[in-house]
């Protein structure tokens, strides 16, 4: 077992707050009504100067370090955190506080209760412990904050405005959730410097956050020397009871704990209440308990709203412990001050409304009109600015020490969170000829994934427990493990949700990293919520999808995508892409100059904000004459034709597996004296991107008579074959049996392409 421990509100409490805290907690503890959730006529009150409300935990059954529990490894000394004068910090936090609240009262939409909760966890980790420069977000070796609970997403616009950075003024403030802002609805890394990933679905940003310590813990394996660190940051989140609920999370932290990612360090906000009310209806389980299984170090701090120094002595047990990640638990009361609505779903997802926030002004001796700062509290957190710069000109002094010492591999670290490729770096993609011998393109894809790490040193990515299948393991490399991190194959396990959501994170590191992950086409549907974000948040992850169709067989159509491609097409802002070949680049001198399968790698490589599917084969595929790594860069383009004056009597499309099946009834037909157009469809959204003159001369609007074919749903085909067009497809589940009777009885064969196309050229 993980160790565990608890720290609780100081004992020289006033009489006012013990009582207060008794009544608090007798009230929890007989409420047997769903009307009767919180505490609401407590949570109001005003405690003495020196009161301290200590909120219980749900569960009684939290458990103490047994004595057999592993040695926790800590750091030889560990860094005290700055302390700010109570009374400075009760009103920063309090700004903090409405800020959320004006905000959220003026746009009349918004979640102002975990904003009034965390605002303690937020002041001191932004004013206290982190290390960032307001004035460049990007600087590379900041701490990283995720706001897993999203929806409380003016906590973090409330802090980034106090610390000085330009991306929130208080006219954003002013614009929350407005069209155009700066400060949209949930975090987006994309709209807002200072956020660092886009949360929002519940789960997402725990499991962004271990990529994040992921990529830390990489490339300080790999660049840091004993005598010089360049790499040393931390990644904190704060989730709530809704993330923990989310599997995704329990995916992502059993990941972390396996990994010893000891520079993770998680808060919950354990405020028991969801949207629907108190979680005792649907979530009693012990979290520290379960988190402690994960290998996680655990702490609870009983008194999250006014416990200061137990949120500053957490965090710095939680720094010392360096083997593993750290969850402290915090309770809090979501919409603290607010005395008729804290502590209850009412204040969850909806403005106070103007009499409470007045009534809430006047409880917590806020007498300021809104989004007003104190000047004590302005001047206090302006020194922000000049700190932020002194942190990163004392990493870019010792970066340039280092680089004296270490100029080859600072030159490579240089180049790499540079975010540039390599000069040259597509030309170690693999060389393949029309006479070389069939293959699955996923083994191709093997070999392109093999070749690209040699020239890209942020490559790194893994499997869901399918590396043999999906044939991604870099051969040149061994396993990222806890002891093992400067290592490039991730072992995922069976956790796909987590994958993708984990490859997001290391994307956003910003670090050069290039990560990619795989598993069978179909079981994307266990991880499409995380390739959603990775296309909203300009993620470029590289998703290595095989077993692209029927074409894998026996196993049936519980594992036989059909619907698939489609609806990655509908998504926006992904590139997906399905290759026929994998055929290289010859000598240069004809149609043997180019391929696909490494053609869609150099796209997927050059897309660093955009992600790329690449749906590859289970069964072998020839390497077709016409194929070319520019054709695949335009998405769509002819790889036969027969016709002239751009004019064949009918165009016949294809993607993947079937582009040879397409060729085949070409040939047939052609046989028979028509003149006929094949044209390789790997990614739609490239094409559309084309000229409307090339998109002309690829499919002339005079030519009406069209073929396309393609082992998936024909939902979409109609853009490109046109009303007088046929697509020969799968609109229903696949089957059970041999890949050659499969494709015999779904029509997916040149014989019936063939038929296809003289019937509309009748």
């Known amino acids: 077992m993980a160790s565990s421990f608890i720290i609780s509100q100081a004992s020289a409490g006033s009489v006012t707050a013990t009582a207060l805290n008794n009544a608090i907690q007798s009230e929890r503890l007989s409420s047997a009504s769903p009307a009767g959730f919180g505490f609401s006529k407590f949570a109001g009150l005003k405690l003495r100067s020196h009161g301290k409300v200590a909120c219980s935990s749900r569960s009684s059954s939290h458990r103490r370090l047994r004595s057999s529990a592993p040695k926790v490894v800590r750091a030889a000394a560990v860094e005290t955190l700055e302390a700010t004068s109570t009374g400075l910090v009760e009103k920063s936090i309090n700004a903090i506080r409405f800020l959320a609240i004006d905000a959220v009262e003026k746009a009349n939409s918004g ?16 004013d206290e412990v982190m290390k960032y420069n307001p004035k460049n977000p990007y600087w590379f070796n900041r701490d990283r904050f995720v706001l897993s609970a999203g929806h409380g997403c003016m906590l973090q616009y409330a802090l980034l405005h106090l610390a000085g950075f330009d991306s929130v003024k208080e006219e954003d403030l002013r614009g929350f959730r407005q069209w155009g802002s ?84 998680a808060f919950y906000d354990d405020n028991h209440i969801s949207i629907d009310g108190d979680t005792e209806i649907a ?122 010492k270490y100029p080859e591999e ?93 490859c997001n994170g ?70 997906m892409l399905r290759p026929g070949d994998g055929k290289g680049p010859g000598d240069g001198k004809g149609d043997s100059d180019g391929k696909e399968t490494a053609g869609a790698y150099k796209v997927a490589v050059l897309n660093r904000k955009r992600p790329s599917i690449l749906a590859l084969s289970r069964q072998k595929l020839p390497h077709l004459a016409g194929s070319s790594i520019e054709g695949v860069e335009k998405g769509g383009y ?58 002309e001369s690829v499919l002339p609007a005079a030519v009406t008579a069209r073929v396309s074919v393609e082992a998936g749903s024909t939902f979409g085909w109609e853009r490109y074959v046109g009303s007088k067009g046929k697509a020969v497809g799968i609109d229903r589940f696949g089957a059970s049996a041999p890949i050659g009777i499969l494709y015999k009885e779904f029509g997916l064969t040149a014989d019936n392409v063939v038929a296809t196309a003289k019937q509309i050229l009748a």
Request: with cysteine.
């Open 111 to 126: 979640h102002p209760g975990l904003p009034m909760g965390c605002a303690p966890m937020g002041h001191i980790l932004y």
């Open 182 to 265: 700066k400060t949209p609805g949930h975090p987006e890394n994309f709209e807002t410097p200072g956020v660092e990933v886009t949360t929002g679905p519940l789960g997402q940003g725990i499991a962004n956050a271990v990529g994040l310590a992921l990529a830390e813990k990489h490339l300080a394996a790999r660049y840091n020397k004993p005598d010089s660190t360049i790499v040393d940051h931390y990644t904190y989140c704060i989730l709530g009871d809704g993330c923990q609920m989310e599997g995704i999370s329990n995916e992502a932290c059993s990941l972390a704990g396996h990994w010893g990612l000891g520079k993770l360090i």
């Open 283 to 404: 979530f009693t389980e012990d979290v520290v308990t379960r988190f402690e299984g994960l290998g996680w170090h655990t702490i609870w701090v009983k008194n999250g709203n006014t416990g200061y120094d137990e949120i500053r002595a957490a965090i710095e047990e939680a720094k010392s412990v360096k083997d593993r990640p750290t969850l402290i638990k915090v309770t809090t009361t979501i919409g603290f001050g607010s005395p008729n609505k804290a502590n209850s779903y009412s204040v969850h997802g909806s403005a106070l409304g103007a009499k409470e926030v007045d009534a809430t002004r006047q409880n917590l001796g806020w007498p300021h009109p809104p989004f007003h700062i104190p000047e004590e509290v302005k001047s206090h957190w302006s020194r922000h600015v000049a700190r932020g710069a002194a942190f990163e000109a004392e990493w870019s002094s010792k970066f340039a020490e280092h680089e004296k």
């Open 410 to 502: 600072a030159a490579e670290f240089k180049a790499l969170i540079s975010g540039k490729l390599p000069e040259g770096w597509d030309k170690a993609l693999p060389v393949y000829t029309t006479e070389s011998p069939a293959d699955a393109t996923r083994n191709l894809s093997q070999q392109c994934l093999n070749a690209l790490a040699r020239v890209l040193p942020g490559l790194l990515g893994g499997s869901a427990d399918l590396a043999s299948s999906n044939m991604t393991l870099l051969k040149m490399f061994g396993d990222f493990q806890k002891d093992t991190p400067a290592e490039r194959n991730v072992r995922f396990g069976v956790r796909e949700h987590s994958m993708g959501a984990i």
């Open 506 to 575: 290391i994307a956003h590191h910003a670090s050069g990293l290039i990560p990619y992950c795989a598993t069978f086409f179909v079981f994307t549907d266990y991880m499409r919520a995380a390739i959603r974000i990775s296309a909203l948040s300009e993620a470029g992850v590289i998703y290595v999808m095989t077993h692209d169709s029927i074409g894998l067989g026996e196993d049936g159509p519980t594992h036989q995508p059909i619907e698939h491609l489609a609806s990655f097409r509908a998504m926006p802002n992904v590139l």
């Open 638 to 695: 002819i790889i036969s034709d027969n016709s002239s004056g751009n004019k064949p009597d009918v165009i016949l499309m294809g993607s993947g597996s079937e582009l040879e099946i397409a060729e085949k009834a070409a040939s047939t037909l052609r046989n028979e004296g028509k003149a006929v157009r094949v044209v390789s469809f790997v990614c739609w959204e490239l094409f559309e991107e084309q000229t409307p003159e090339y998109k």
